[in-house]
């Protein structure tokens, strides 16, 4: 069974970056569709960003877009995302999140189509 840790969270201020890190293991994550998600208190978790198995594809929620990048190196079973210009709204719980077998080289926002899961790794934005 795959397995994923997240980890790189932590507490920032407004505008300030992160890189969080998915380190990956048990499973053929090379043909895997990968993605972050995130969860903040009384909140659903909702879609963050993805990435295909190859990385040529990537696909972003439009609140992140354009601050947020999600990479992927297969040959070290990891992916990252890069948080700049961090905001307060950006503070949860963020999920790592893969299909955990082959998915073609495909990105989905549907948490339905990831099969395993992190145990997230928390990130706060003060103002």
């Known amino acids: 069974q795959v397995q994923l840790v997240e980890s790189g969270g932590g507490l920032v201020q407004a505008g300030d970056s992160l890189r969080l890190s998915c380190s990956a293991s048990g499973g053929t994550i090379y043909i895997s569709v990968m993605g972050w998600f995130r969860q903040a208190p009384g909140k659903e978790r909702e879609f963050v960003a993805t990435?295909?198995?190859?990385?040529?594809?990537?696909s972003y929620a439009d609140s992140v877009e354009g601050r947020f990048t999600i990479s992927r190196d297969n040959a070290k079973n990891t992916a990252y995302l890069q948080m700049d210009s961090l905001r307060p709204e950006d503070t949860a719980t963020y999920y790592c999140?893969?299909?955990?077998?082959?998915?073609?080289?495909?990105?989905?926002?549907?948490?339905?189509?990831?099969?395993?899961w992190g145990q997230g790794t928390q990130v706060t934005v003060s103002s």
């Open positions: 990435i295909s198995s190859s990385g040529r594809s990537t």
């Open positions: 999140a893969t299909s955990g077998g082959y998915y073609r080289d495909q990105i989905s926002n549907n948490k339905n189509n990831y099969a395993f």
